[in-house]
Nanobody
Framework: QVQLVESGGGLVQPGGSLRLSCAASETISSIHYMGWYRQAPGKQREMVARNHISGRTNYADSVEGRFTISRDNAKNTVYLQMNSLKHEDTAVYYC???????????????WGQGTQVTVSS
């Protein structure tokens, strides 16, 4: 099973930028969806951005136009570029791999350990 390790979180002022990275232990070129989710204190985990193997991407309304997800298959890494950060973007950000495992007949999720992003002045 693929292992995911996030990095790049930290403290940033409102209006600033961060780039998160998610390094996978094996090739991601065949993983159907690679995505970023986040969970703020007291809230449910929510989808932030997802990238399909075809190149199609989708974003949460709250980050559309500010965040960009990208996949580098050669480096087995997924990135989340976050611009114009707001206080409400503060959360633990998790990398996710979602793929259809034919032997199991179902979709399987794999999660990283998470990286903290704090937006504060």
């Amino acid at each position: 099973q693929v292992q995911l390790v996030e990095s790049g979180g930290g403290l940033v002022q409102p209006g600033g930028s961060l780039r998160l990275s998610c390094a996978a232990s094996e090739t991601i070129s065949s993983i159907h969806y690679m995505g970023w989710y986040r969970q703020a204190p007291g809230k449910q985990r929510e989808m932030v951005a997802r990238n399909h193997i075809s190149g199609r991407t989708n974003y949460a309304d709250s980050v559309e136009g500010r965040f960009t997800i990208s996949r580098d298959n050669a480096k087995n890494t997924v990135y989340l570029q976050m611009n114009s950060l707001k206080h409400e973007d503060t959360a633990v950000y998790y990398c996710n791999a979602n793929r259809l495992v034919l032997e199991l007949g179902r979709w399987v999720d794999t999660w990283g350990q998470g990286t903290q992003v704090t937006v504060s002045s």
